[in-house]
T-cell receptor, first 111, second 114 residues
């Protein structure tokens, strides 16, 4: 069955450093991947997405990398700021047309 | 600014009571999803609809949960009777199908069943 998991449940970084959040997925048929950010008391908020025909996509201060060979997804946040503190979820979509979410990684920023 | 609206934001009830959660999807979106979030299970998909038709509710306990879309602007999730293990945050999300899989989430309903 489908499963999406994260390598690390928590990540602490210094303000201004780059953050890398990793995600492993198991469904090789998944063709779409997405990262969400969830702040305390709020719903998940879209950050960036990528289709399986790409291996890299960049947004504003964020980059998503997709390695289909090892079924690995990562989110890179450049120059991490206090406002980046949140739980980050990866999700995949396969043939069932529904998003399956990973467990989440909590990112904390040290001043 | 378009957003998914969920009511109520918080609900405290006693075991055995009926609970109804409501969701107004973004105007023009034709897919609606219900997710449940707990510390132990993370985000679990309960049910989803496309063009108001239920496509998958395999994640939902059928004996007590029901999800409907009476019209394109309203989705409901009901629990009857509620149990303490139903305590969680319930999120509604909507999206536009046809190649755009991005979902927009509401702020959730935090449910506590005593």
């Amino acid at each position: 069955g489908e499963s999406v998991g994260l390598h690390l449940p928590t990540l602490s970084v210094q303000e201004g450093d780059n953050s890398i959040i990793n995600c492993a997925y198991s469904n090789s048929a998944s063709d779409y991947f997405i990262w969400y950010k969830q702040e305390s008391g709020k719903g998940p908020q879209f950050i960036i997405d990528i289709r399986s025909n790409m291996d890299k996509r960049q947004g504003q201060r964020v980059t998503v990398l997709l390695n289909k060979t090892v079924k690995h997804l990562s989110l890179q946040i450049a120059a991490t700021q206090p406002g980046d503190s949140a739980v980050y979820f990866c999700a995949e979509k396969g043939g069932a047309q529904k998003l399956v979410f990973g467990q989440g990684t909590r990112l904390t920023i040290n001043p | 600014d378009a957003r998914v609206t969920q009511t109520p934001r918080h609900k405290v009830t006693e075991m055995g009571q009926e609970v109804t959660m409501r969701c107004q999807p973004i105007l023009g979106h034709n897919t609606v999803f219900w997710y449940r979030q707990t510390m132990m299970q993370g985000l679990e998909l309960l049910a989803y609809f496309r063009n108001r038709a239920p496509l998958d509710d395999s994640g939902m306990p059928k004996d007590r949960f029901s999800a409907e879309m009476p019209d394109a602007t309203l989705a409901t999730l009901k629990i009857q009777p509620s149990e303490p293990r139903d305590s969680a945050v319930y999120f509604c999300a909507s999206g536009a199908s046809g190649g755009n899989e991005k979902l927009f989430f509401g702020s959730g309903t935090q449910l506590s069943v005593l």
